[in-house]
């Protein structure tokens, strides 16, 4: 095995601590003498050990002798003391020979310094190995550090006719089992999950994470006249998983029914059209540490999302069904654009089969629009 298939293994535990760690990064770190790992770390939950720490743990509690060894870790080893010592620190004091890295950390406290600090102690260090995949993988983080707003994915599904319900506003299911599960994964990595007041009127969803060990997501429901059921899932589980009523409303009686339920109730401005400040919304939850947001609303909050500028990414299951009809939703609603050149462009677009479905992803590109 060589630096990438070594970097391979430390990016398959550093996808252990998922949905665990926010707003922290996913890492894995792998120790490795004489071609052979002799212990492997990654960062479990938010305060817990970090990746590298994690792995000299493992290796003092087997016994093993780190001297010498090489390190290979998913990003950057730290070098300041937050809620835990710095990494960087510890790599020189175990006495490892070489430092193997995939992603650079944008964190102004890091920032290159580790590495440096690795440099001049002897350490020799290896940067880039696997970087897209490494980036990839931290794609929350390294957004949220770097713009200091949550990354946030507007997810859809939707029939190849570009439908997201029937007519009658059937949508159960539109994408198969496989595509289903990708979702549900998405929901265990991302904090929070938000959707508006109409869907769940129409689909009462319960927005957790149905996988085994999955992490059940912050769930946010924006809702101007606050219009959502008492009886509805998210607030009947609220006191199980923390549910956000976000709102332009001033009922006060009401506002306490939602709280008396276990609900948080998150008063906000309305924009322009006297809904719910998406914006102020992901502004609100991002000042309290929530790094991400998974929007899976229909039409409306699609296109408020849109409009707001807030979207990093989104994430389109396309099936191959054909549902027709006139009346039939489409996943981005609203006034629309006025002409294709107004048109907010996907960049990169990445395509995959998921099962007999497609997955168009791509980020947001805000900057071009309109040039």
């Known amino acids: 095995m060589g630096d990438r298939e070594f970097m391979s293994v430390a990016l398959r535990h550093a996808r252990l601590g998922a949905g665990k760690v926010n707003p922290n990064p ?4 792998v120790i490795v003498r004489d071609g052979r790992i002799i212990a492997k770390g990654h960062h479990d939950h938010f305060g817990g050990w970090h990746a590298e720490r994690a792995a000299l743990e493992a290796a003092a509690a087997a016994g093993v002798d780190v001297r010498g060894a090489t390190v290979y870790v998913t990003l950057e080893p730290c070098c300041h003391t937050g809620k835990q010592p710095p990494c960087s620190q510890a790599l020189i004091d175990a006495g490892i020979a070489r430092v193997v890295v995939g992603s650079p950390d944008p964190n102004p406290l890091v920032a290159g310094k580790g590495i440096r600090q690795l440099a001049d102690a002897g350490i020799a260090v290896t940067e880039g190995v696997l970087r897209s995949e490494c980036d990839a993988l931290n794609e929350i983080f390294l957004h949220a550090i770097v713009t200091r707003t949550p990354f946030v994915m507007l997810k859809y599904a939707m029939t190849l006719d570009g439908h997201i319900a029937t007519a009658s506003g059937l949508s159960q299911w539109i994408t198969g089992e496989a595509a289903r599960r990708r979702v549900h994964e998405d929901r265990s990595r991302f904090a929070s999950i938000l959707v508006g007041v109409n869907t769940v009127l129409a689909d009462d969803p319960q927005l957790t994470s149905r996988i085994e060990h999955g992490h059940d997501p912050l769930r946010v429901i ?3 006249h606050l219009r959502t059921p008492l009886d509805a899932q998210v607030v009947t589980t609220a006191t199980r998983t923390p549910t956000i009523i976000a709102t332009a409303s001033a009922d006060d009686a009401r506002v306490q029914q939602y709280r008396d339920r276990g609900c948080e109730v998150l008063r906000v401005a309305a924009d322009d059209d006297g809904h719910v400040s998406i914006a102020a919304v992901a502004a609100a939850l991002y000042a309290r540490g929530i ?40 996943p981005i609603g609203g006034l629309g654009v006025a002409s294709p050149d107004d048109c907010f462009r996907i960049a990169h677009p990445a395509v995959s089969a998921i099962g007999d479905d497609i997955l168009i ?4 590109d805000y900057v071009h629009r309109h040039r």
């Open 26 to 29: 996913l890492v894995g770190a």
């Open 222 to 224: 924006c809702d101007t």
């Open 291 to 330: 790094d991400s947001i998974m929007i899976e609303g229909g039409s409306g909050i699609a296109w408020s999302a849109l409009n707001a500028g807030i979207v990093t990414k989104v994430s389109a299951y396309i099936a191959p069904k054909l549902f027709g009809g006139t009346g039939a939703p489409a």
């Open 361 to 364: 992803e791509g980020g947001v």
